[in-house]
């Protein structure tokens, strides 16, 4: 089976730093994402991790540990605009590629 | 960046009665098209993937009688709602991707939202 973890809930504050925890137990590992998802859209590409390490994009980062079946986003200088829902997401070894996406977390982030 | 479109944005009809919805992407051929649902305050669960052409791959527990799939061309791809009901309503979101993309990223299409009265 497919199981990929998340923490439901966080806050924080504007210009703070938050990291967003993700945890998986998938059939395969061929890559994992993390998206971003404001309320009644669609969500957004933020990072894409096939590799044991961190990727640095601006001010979102985003780290991958293929042994422990963990990574996280990490969100410098908050942003209120950054208030919303980050969806990590795990193609697992099988074909046409389908994305199997984690429970979601709910930032707030407040003045 | 890749564009994929939806069309309704939403939707609201009787019990009882089908729905279309239809997901296109604008500027790329997409080879495979991928359908998700997503309830209030939950995250995706895919329902099917569908490759051009072929028949969709559906996702254990989604009836593919229900959810009728079709991606007659590398532009278009759309997913009919039958005899929907109350339980249907949903936020469903679709994406396509192609060879060749970094990543092999999934593009989405702004979801559309169905009401089913």
């Known amino acids: 089976g497919q199981n990929i973890d998340q923490p439901t809930e966080m806050t924080a504050t504007e210009g703070a730093i938050v990291q967003i925890n993700c945890t998986y137990q998938t059939s395969g590992f061929n890559g994992l994402f993390w998206y971003q998802q404001h309320a009644g859209e669609a969500p957004t590409f933020l990072s894409y991790n096939v590799l044991d390490g961190l990727e640095e994009k601006g001010r979102f980062s985003s780290f991958l540990s293929r042994s422990k079946g963990y990574s996280y986003l990490l969100l410098k200088e908050l942003q209120m605009k950054d208030s919303a829902s980050y969806l990590c997401a795990v193609r697992p070894n099988t074909g046409f590629q389908k994305l199997v996406f984690g429970t979601g977390t709910r930032l707030l982030v407040s003045p | 960046g890749a564009v994929v479109s939806q069309h309704p944005s939403w939707v609201i009809c009787k019990s009882g009665t089908s729905v279309k919805i239809e997901c296109r992407s604008l500027d790329f051929q997409a080879t495979t098209m991928f359908w998700y649902r997503q309830f209030p305050k939950q995250s995706l669960m895919l329902m099917a993937t569908s490759n051009e052409g072929s028949k969709a791959t559906y996702e254990q527990g989604v009836e593919k009688d229900k959810f009728l799939i079709n991606h007659a061309s590398l532009t278009l791809s759309t997913l009919t709602v039958t005899s929907a009901h109350p339980e249907d309503s949903s936020f469903y979101i679709c994406?396509?991707?192609?060879?060749?993309?970094?990543?092999?990223?999934?593009?989405f299409g702004p979801g559309t939202r169905l009401t089913v009265l």
């Open positions: 994406s396509a991707t192609t060879s060749g993309i970094s990543y092999n990223e999934q593009f």
